[in-house]
């Protein structure tokens, strides 16, 4: 018979002071990656953007919470500083003032999401079109704090004029066009005072378009950090996938995959185009996480558009597409919906249909309870230089999540299964609880609810209730997910999300060991070192071990406690209850 026990060895973690002042532990902590640096922990929930006004942002909001899905952040996209032409432009683009008709008092709109937890942001780029923006184009010009100054013939933003975008050889007069010059301190600081009244206003964060360069980057994420009502300092931006000429890029997170087309693939694509063409669809999106060859797979924190941006002259994306999108971006580090103003879905799943409103809802669920999980890779990128996602060079559309989950989106119209590579090692299948033998290709079943998983034996994954936003949920109660069968660990990584604490080392970890020996199967808690503002003293550990098989008893620290069955009839519950940080635990 199977026999589990389960050891503590938790107590805080005390350390002396040292010459400087400094803690022990925190100073003699290593970091692999000095470069990098966390967002928020709001920013690995769910993130939503779009191209509404006051009301229409409000309304959405509350749209999302009746359909009892997370969210974390919304930002307004590029018509929040000129709604009723539908960012047309040129004027408004930017004014620094913004658009004062259709958002006639942002300060609520941005104290309506603060009260709800939910971050909020705005569009902007890099330069100022001269017509309809005179005052604001002259008084950078004459300050000298533009690095050139062009004739803009794009259509973007600028009257819709006809331009090479659209490949009709036909070019009109364009708008005189400044192009800030962030690597000017002066620029900076001037900028960053025009853009204040925003953020005094309650917003959080940038979208920053056109544009990665590492310039504008540094000073619109430093905008972020000195003015955010909601950052604490730590910061928050996204940004095009440019900009990695230098590991300095990694100081500015986060990075989304750019406009990308909604279908399956280029090489033969379902719909067509009358203007500009995304490169990438869902196929081409996936292997810019998961080819080793592409820059943007080493990007840590990684986006992109859930359902894709572009839909050219479709009406409705395809459900089925929109369905295997939101599957695959739910396992991205960083989840964002979004798409252009065109789409009537707005890419939110009730949009498509009951079918994709139940999918989404069940896998932004599932994001929200592997909170613990994905924080501590998004914390061991920097600690370790340990990439959330694990890469397979020769079957680049499979991916892992950390490494104990495996990852294989569905990226063909009407795929009922799906092959994949299994690493060597024992695997269990997420859905049906069968192990599988790695080493070898398989084919598995891939029905539209399901994006195909597996998780490895010997895994302990750490999940938490569900919360509809990150700081509404806490790390109190954990439920550890155990897969026997094999010898593994874990290493969960707690900070206070919010500040910048966690640069000079102040976090906690807790490592959680699983091992067989004689015939037992035993877990071990280790002692949680370090420490962090907000810590909790004491946490009830829920074990949920994932076998068919019976034990004749299960003990915690050598005393028989009480356990039962899920609902699957495939696992194994029970709890430790509170147990004290503040003293040693055998």
């Given at each position: 018979?199977?026999?589990?026990?389960?050891?503590?060895l938790?107590?805080?973690?005390?350390?002396?002071?040292?010459?400087?002042?400094?803690?022990?532990?925190?100073?003699?902590?290593?970091?692999?990656?000095?470069?990098?640096?966390?967002?928020?922990?709001?920013?690995?929930?769910?993130?939503?953007?779009?191209?509404?006004?006051?009301?229409?942002?409000?309304?959405?909001?509350?749209?999302?919470?009746?359909?009892?899905?997370?969210?974390?952040?919304?930002?307004?996209d590029?018509?929040?500083?000129?709604?009723?032409?539908?960012?047309?432009?040129?004027?408004?683009?930017?004014?620094?003032?913004?658009?004062?008709?259709?958002?006639?008092?942002?300060?609520?709109?941005?104290?309506?999401?603060?009260?709800n937890?939910?971050?909020?942001?705005?569009?902007?780029?890099?330069c100022?079109?001269?017509?309809?923006?005179?005052?604001?184009?002259?008084?950078?010009?004459?300050?000298?704090?533009?690095?050139?100054?062009?004739?803009n013939?794009?259509?973007?933003?600028?009257?819709?004029?006809?331009?090479?975008?659209?490949?009709?050889?036909?070019?009109?007069?364009?708008?005189?066009?400044?192009?800030?010059?962030?690597?000017?301190?002066?620029?900076?600081?001037?900028?960053?005072?025009?853009?204040?009244?925003?953020?005094?206003?309650?917003?959080?964060?940038?979208?920053?378009?056109?544009?990665?360069?590492?310039?504008?980057?540094?000073?619109?994420?430093?905008?972020?950090?000195?003015?955010?009502?909601?950052?604490?300092?730590?910061?928050?931006?996204?940004?095009?996938?440019?900009?990695?000429?230098?590991?300095?890029?990694?100081?500015?997170?986060?990075?989304?995959?750019?406009?990308?087309?909604s279908?399956w693939?280029?090489?033969k694509?379902?719909?067509?185009?009358?203007?500009?063409?995304?490169?990438?669809?869902?196929?081409?999106n996936?292997?810019?996480?998961?080819?080793?060859?592409?820059?943007?797979?080493?990007?840590?924190?990684?986006?992109?558009d859930?359902?894709?941006?572009?839909?050219?002259?479709?009406?409705i994306?395809?459900?089925?597409?929109?369905?295997?999108?939101?599957?695959?971006?739910?396992?991205?580090?960083?989840?964002?919906?979004f798409?252009?103003?065109?789409?009537?879905?707005?890419?939110?799943?009730?949009?498509?249909?009951?079918?994709?409103?139940?999918?989404?809802?069940?896998?932004?669920?599932?994001?929200?309870?592997?909170?613990?999980y994905?924080?501590?890779?998004?914390?061991?990128?920097?600690?370790?230089?340990?990439?959330?996602?694990?890469?397979?060079?020769?079957?680049?559309?499979?991916?892992?999540?950390?490494d104990?989950?495996?990852?294989?989106?569905?990226?063909?119209?009407?795929?009922?299964?799906?092959?994949?590579?299994?690493?060597?090692?024992?695997?269990?299948?997420?859905?049906?609880?069968?192990?599988?033998?790695?080493?070898?290709?398989?084919?598995?079943?891939?029905?539209?609810e399901?994006?195909?998983?597996?998780?490895?034996?010997g895994?302990?994954?750490?999940?938490?209730?569900?919360?509809?936003?990150?700081?509404?949920?806490?790390?109190?109660?954990?439920?550890?997910?155990?897969?026997?069968?094999?010898?593994?660990t874990?290493n969960?990584?707690?900070?206070?999300?919010?500040?910048?604490?966690?640069?000079?080392?102040?976090?906690a970890?807790?490592?959680?060991?699983?091992?067989?020996?004689?015939?037992?199967?035993?877990?071990?808690?280790?002692?949680?070192?370090?420490?962090?503002?907000?810590?909790?003293?004491?946490?009830?550990?829920?074990?949920v071990?994932?076998?068919?098989?019976?034990?004749?008893?299960?003990?915690?620290?050598?005393?028989?406690?009480?356990?039962?069955?899920?609902?699957?009839?495939?696992a194994l519950?029970?709890s430790?209850?509170p147990?004290?940080?503040?003293?040693?635990?055998?």
């Amino acid at each position: 018979m199977m026999r589990i026990i389960l050891l503590f060895l938790l107590f805080a973690f005390c350390v002396q002071e040292n010459s400087f002042g400094q803690k022990k532990l925190f100073a003699n902590r290593k970091v692999i990656d000095t470069n990098l640096v966390l967002p928020p922990a709001w920013a690995f929930g769910v993130l939503y953007g779009g191209y509404t006004d006051q009301l229409e942002t409000i309304k959405r909001i509350e749209e999302i919470k009746k359909h009892n899905y997370p969210i974390d952040a919304y930002w307004i996209d590029s018509w929040f500083w000129s709604f009723n032409d539908k960012g047309k432009g040129p004027s408004k683009y930017i004014d620094f003032i913004a658009d004062t008709i259709n958002y006639p008092d942002r300060q609520a709109m941005w104290h309506y999401m603060q009260q709800n937890n939910i971050k909020s942001g705005f569009w902007i780029w890099d330069c100022v079109l001269e017509t309809g923006n005179e005052t604001a184009f002259n008084d950078f010009k004459n300050k000298g704090f533009f690095k050139d100054i062009y004739l803009n013939t794009n259509s973007w933003h600028n009257g819709s004029r006809s331009t090479a975008m659209f490949q009709n050889g036909k070019e009109e007069t364009g708008t005189q066009c400044g192009n800030i010059d962030f690597s000017n301190p002066a620029a900076v600081y001037y900028f960053k005072q025009q853009m204040k009244h925003f953020f005094d206003e309650g917003a959080d964060f940038i979208k920053l378009d056109r544009t990665s360069d590492i310039s504008t980057c540094k000073a619109m994420f430093e905008m972020s950090q000195e003015f955010g009502q909601e950052t604490k300092g730590r910061g928050f931006i996204l940004s095009h996938t440019g900009g990695m000429e230098t590991e300095e890029y990694k100081r500015y997170p986060t990075k989304w995959t750019d406009d990308t087309r909604s279908d399956w693939t280029v090489e033969k694509p379902l719909i067509s185009f009358n203007d500009w063409v995304p490169k990438v669809a869902l196929k081409e999106n996936i292997v810019m996480f998961t080819d080793p060859a592409k820059k943007t797979s080493t990007i840590p924190f990684l986006t992109n558009d859930l359902g894709g941006f572009d839909m050219g002259k479709t009406t409705i994306p395809e459900e089925e597409l929109y369905i295997r999108w939101l599957q695959f971006s739910m396992f991205n580090p960083i989840t964002e919906v979004f798409s252009q103003p065109e789409n009537p879905t707005a890419n939110l799943a009730w949009n498509y249909s009951d079918r994709a409103d139940t999918i989404f809802h069940n896998y932004s669920h599932l994001r929200m309870q592997l909170f613990p999980y994905i924080y501590s890779y998004a914390l061991r990128n920097r600690t370790e230089g340990k990439h959330m996602l694990g890469k397979f060079p020769e079957h680049m559309y499979q991916y892992t999540f950390g490494d104990e989950i495996l990852v294989a989106p569905v990226y063909e119209k009407g795929a009922g299964t799906r092959k994949l590579f299994l690493p060597a090692g024992n695997w269990v299948n997420y859905w049906t609880g069968e192990i599988v033998n790695g080493g070898s290709d398989l084919i598995v079943a891939a029905p539209v609810e399901q994006i195909p998983l597996f998780i490895k034996q010997g895994s302990v994954i750490p999940m938490r209730s569900y919360a509809s936003s990150i700081e509404k949920g806490d790390n109190k109660i954990i439920t550890l997910h155990i897969y026997p069968g094999a010898d593994g660990t874990f290493n969960l990584l707690e900070d206070d999300g919010i500040s910048n604490d966690y640069l000079t080392g102040k976090y906690a970890s807790t490592r959680i060991k699983l091992f067989e020996k004689k015939k037992k199967t035993n877990l071990l808690i280790s002692k949680t070192e370090g420490f962090y503002n907000g810590m909790f003293t004491e946490r009830t550990w829920n074990i949920v071990v994932h076998t068919t098989k019976s034990p004749d008893r299960i003990t915690i620290n050598r005393k028989p406690v009480t356990f039962g069955h899920d609902e699957t009839g495939k696992a194994l519950v029970f709890s430790t209850g509170p147990v004290s940080v503040n003293k040693k635990v055998l």
